[in-house]
Nanobody
Framework: QVQLVESGGGLVQAGGSLRLSCAAS????????MGWFRRAPGKEREFVAT????????YYADSVKGRFTISRDNAKNTVDLQMNSLKPEDTAVYYC?????????????????WGQGTQVTVSS
């Protein structure tokens, strides 16, 4: 079971940027599809972005398309989420997920394969 640790969250003003990173343990990281999700206060967890094991498939939620960029470094066992032009509605705890699958263009997260999350707060 891969272990995941998210970092990079914080408080930023609207229009600002943050870069989140998810560090994974284990030698099988390079074979895992990865996803970022978020949960805002009082809301359900929602999909943000995904990148396949070789980077060949990348998908974003419509709400972040054009503002967020997902990338991975299989040599470092990390997957990053560059977030630009942040909005107050991006405020949430952000989680990464490892080892999910694809149903069409939808990333289906792997159960139990979550980090502890990192808080992102965007002030207006």
């Amino acid at each position: 079971q891969v272990q995941l640790v998210e970092s990079g969250g914080g408080l930023v003003q609207a229009g600002g940027s943050l870069r989140l990173s998810c560090a994974a343990s284990g030698r099988t990281f390079s074979s895992y599809n990865m996803g970022w999700f978020r949960r805002a206060p009082g809301k359900e967890r929602e999909f943000v972005a995904t990148i396949s094991w070789n980077g060949g498939r990348i998908y974003y939620a419509d709400s972040v398309k054009g503002r967020f960029t997902i990338s991975r470094d299989n040599a470092k066992n990390t997957v990053d989420l560059q977030m630009n032009s942040l909005k107050p509605e991006d405020t949430a705890v952000y989680y990464c997920n490892a080892g999910g699958s694809y149903s069409g263009n939808d990333y289906v997260p792997r159960l139990g394969s979550w980090g502890q999350g990192t808080q992102v707060t965007v002030s207006s």
